[in-house]
């Protein structure tokens, strides 16, 4: 059996396009046009390409940008003066604070000054808590998880009753994505580097969300036969036959997984691409919520 690829750069793709044309017609009913601030602190070179990338999506898409750039050196009371100011500005409905933060500042004190109405990143606690609860709604959804869940349902993949296996417990994918299971029926089980026989754990998984950021530790005899592999890992991989000399893969070595399971996301092209899409989705229905209200 050879997998079926979950093609996240086509998903993302029609997504973007969707928003675009519903951008377009919100700000020829009149409306202005949203807008999405990105907050960058230091140079990190990989979160300054996120940002980037970010950036170009939103002009793409028809949502205004607006870039703030802060040193290295910025206190916790610069960057939440700046979240301040950009909360009281009506023209941005989203905030976006590259993470993660230079070492000294306190993430989750920066997340709790963004309003909760223009968290389209979905992190700040409010949304989390609302995510964990049963019968609550959180206003928007982290990017990443939420990418994911679409790439199950576009496939077909409903996770009701199914075992759902989440390899990871990070706060912007593991945990969130986890929850969204549950959300969804699924019976989920949470492992990370310390669970114990860690490869009969991924075994029983019916579906399978990769999320530790290490270099294709998953291999083809973890996967049980038939299941779903949502593959979220973007590492680095030695490569000298490549320009850069190296190439990016997941966590899961794809090569021997794609022989055994049913449905696999590439890296690249699974779910990267859908983080910038469901975040100019967010952007939108912000600014959607905020005439509105």
């Known amino acids: 059996m050879t997998a079926n690829i979950i093609d996240g750069a086509k998903i993302a793709e029609k997504i973007r396009e969707n928003v675009k044309k519903e951008t377009a017609e919100w700000i020829a009913a009149g409306n202005a046009a949203p807008g999405l601030a990105t907050v960058l602190v230091g140079e990190n070179p990989a979160s300054q390409v996120y940002v980037r990338n970010k950036q170009k999506a939103c002009n793409d898409a028809g949502i205004v940008s607006f870039g703030y750039n802060l040193s290295e050196t910025a206190t916790q009371a610069e960057v939440e003066e700046l979240v301040g100011k950009l909360n009281a500005d009506p023209m941005v409905n989203g905030i976006l604070v590259q993470l993660p933060l230079p070492s000294g500042l306190d993430e989750e004190r920066v997340?709790?000054?963004?309003?909760?109405?223009?968290?389209?990143?979905?992190?700040?606690?409010?949304?989390?808590?609302?995510?964990?609860?049963?019968?609550?709604?959180?206003?928007?959804?982290?990017?990443?998880?939420?990418?994911?869940?679409?790439?199950?349902?576009?496939?077909?993949?409903?996770?009701?009753?199914?075992?759902?296996?989440?390899?990871?417990?990070?706060?912007?994918?593991?945990?969130?994505?986890?929850?969204?299971?549950v959300r969804a029926n699924a019976t989920v089980t949470i492992c990370h580097s310390r669970t114990k026989n860690l490869a009969d754990v991924v075994h029983s998984a019916d579906i399978l969300v990769a999320a530790i950021g290490k270099t294709e530790m998953v291999r083809g005899d973890w996967i049980k036969p038939g299941a779903v592999v949502i593959d979220v890992g973007i590492n680095h991989k030695d490569d000298p036959t490549r320009p850069k000399g190296y190439r990016l893969v997941g966590d899961v070595a794809f090569d021997e997984a794609k022989e055994v399971a049913s449905w696999i996301t590439p890296v690249p092209g699974g779910v990267g691409p859908m983080t910038i899409a469901m975040l100019l989705q967010n952007t939108l229905k912000s600014a959607k919520m905020s005439k509105s209200g």
């Open 111 to 181: 997340l709790r000054e963004i309003k909760i109405e223009k968290d389209v990143d979905g992190f700040h606690p409010l949304n989390i808590g609302r995510l964990a609860q049963k019968g609550r709604d959180p206003l928007f959804i982290p990017c990443t998880p939420y990418g994911c869940m679409v790439l199950l349902e576009e496939a077909g993949i409903n996770p009701e009753g199914k075992n759902a296996v989440v390899l990871g417990r990070s706060n912007i994918v593991g945990m969130p994505v986890a929850l969204l299971l």
